[in-house]
């Protein structure tokens, strides 16, 4: 069995070959009522690179560890799309719509790790 670490790293990894922005894992194991394990946000510029970032985490964690999301939402205006991994949710973001969701300040609590943007 996959362990959730790996998937992690394999959905960063999708994002990075995209060059989705503000990458955050939030880990959310030592929360008591969390609706998951983790949590990964990321952005990018415009609806065709949302949509091309969440393409890449699709087919990248597909290609290297064979799994696949249970679910996705907002292909349709790339806004906002959400990937279910099970115990990993991942949210690609228009800036602006992160901006104003938030999900970082929601769940503060939990441990954030920011990561570098690739240039």
Not at 5 to 12: L, S
Not at 18 to 45: H, Q
Not at 85 to 102: K, L, M, P, S
Request: hydrophobic share 40%; charged share 30%; aromatic share 10%.
């Amino acid at each position: 069995m996959i362990e959730n670490e790996q998937i992690v790293n394999k959905i960063v990894e999708g994002i990075q070959e995209r060059k989705g922005k503000k990458i955050v894992v939030v880990d959310l194991n030592k929360l008591k009522e969390s609706p998951c394990n983790y949590f990964i946000i990321c952005e990018g510029d415009s609806n065709v690179h949302v949509n091309a970032i969440a393409l890449s985490i699709k087919d990248w964690v597909h290609e290297k560890i064979d799994v696949k999301p249970y679910a996705t939402d907002g292909f349709l205006n790339c806004e906002w799309i959400a990937m279910d991994y099970g115990q990993i949710i991942v949210h690609v973001f228009q800036r602006h719509t992160r901006a104003f969701y938030d999900i970082e300040h929601l769940w503060s609590d939990a441990d954030l790790r920011k990561l570098e943007d690739l240039n």
